[in-house]
Each structure stands twice: as C-alpha cells, then as structure tokens.
C-alpha cells in the first residue's frame, strides 16, 4: 500500500497488504487530480488478475435458526475434535481462532436455512446499469466538490446530465425488453 512518510515522501507500507499484493504493486503515486482536501491522494496500480464473480449465494434465515441447537453442535464438535492448546504467540492465537471459526461456520452450514430467491427481485438489472449507477454517483460528487471550491460547475453540471440521462434510459430500456420478454414466453398465460 502506497501512504507519506511523514517528512512528505511516498512510500510504500506493509500496511493492510498482503505479499501477493505487494508483489503486484507496479505504480505508486500521487493522484493528477486535487480533490480540494488537505489530504493527498494516492494512486496505485496493481497488475492482480481477478477471479470472475462467481453467483451470489443466498442469505441465511437467522432469525429462525435453533441457537441453543447450534450452541450445543459447535460444543460438541470442540469437545471431540478440537485439542485444547496453551496460547503462547499470536500464531498458536490465530490457528485457535481459525479452528473455532471453521467450528461454527459448519454448524451454521447444516442448522440455519437459506432464504429462497425473492419473486420480486428486479431481474431486469444488469451489470451495465451498476456501471452507470456508479458513474452517476461519481459525477455527482465532483460536482459537489466543485460546487464546494466555489469553481465554475457547468462541465461538471453537464457530465451528471449526461450521466443521469444515460442511466434513466437505460433503466426505461431493461424493463421495456424485460416486459417484452415476459409477454413473449408463453409460460406467462
């Protein structure tokens, strides 16, 4: 992770890195734009490769699972299989931590149902209208920031225009095709 030292050079810290990470790490800079702040911005870039995303899974159903039940699961599994250690370093800490939370993950794994899929979700979002919903979003608050310098706001007021409309329409068009399509498989009759 890139950070200032305090004598105001850049540095790189161990900070929230891991060595994969750090690895990866090919600039470490100051960001070309100044958002206003006292603070510097810092850019990073990383060459990582990055895993497709796989389907969400469903939520658990807290509020209905039996605690005493699992209470008494994760009791049980610790007294057959875990081994009791003395907790000398912060090593034999996290393999303690880890072991228990492996523990409790499978006993809410086999005793707290998952939710089923909502009917009503909107099957009509796309990972596109994530994309303009957060350009909007961003647009948004440049314009904020430049309304708060005191600096002509008339590009950064018409970018969220743009965006905004770019979104909407785009919102309109998914549900219009996701209508058409419903209307069109004859399941639906």
């Keep these: 992770m890139c950070g200032y ?20 790490i090919t600039f470490c800079g100051i960001h070309q734009n100044d958002h206003g702040s006292d603070h510097k911005a810092i850019r990073e870039h990383s060459d990582i490769t ?14 209905q699972a039996d605690r005493a039940e699992i209470g ?3 009791r049980e599994e610790m007294l057959t299989d875990y081994n009791p250690v003395v907790i000398n370093t912060n090593g034999d800490l996290d393999a303690a931590v880890d072991t228990f939370l492996q523990l409790v993950s499978e006993a809410l794994e086999h005793r707290v ?7 009503f979700a909107k ?10 919903r957060d350009s909007l979003s961003a647009a948004r608050n440049h314009l904020t920031t430049v309304r708060r310098r005191g600096d ?25 095709q996701h209508w ?7 399941d639906n009759i």
Excluded: C
Aim: proline share 6%; net charge positive; glycine share 4%.
């Design 72 to 74: 008494q699961m994760v």
């Design 113 to 119: 149902r998952r939710a089923k899929p909502s009917p």
């Design 123 to 132: 099957k009509w979002w796309t990972g596109k209208l994530t994309f303009l």
């Design 50 to 63: 990055l895993e497709e995303k796989r389907p969400g899974r469903r939520r658990r159903m807290y509020n």
């Design 5 to 24: 030292s305090n004598v105001g050079e850049l540095q790189r810290h161990a900070v929230l890195d891991s060595p994969d990470i750090s690895d990866a």
């Design 180 to 186: 058409s399509d419903f209307l069109d498989d004859r």
């Design 152 to 176: 002509p706001v008339d590009v950064a007021a018409a970018k969220v225009k743009l965006a905004r409309r770019l979104y909407l329409d785009e919102i309109d068009w998914r549900k219009l």
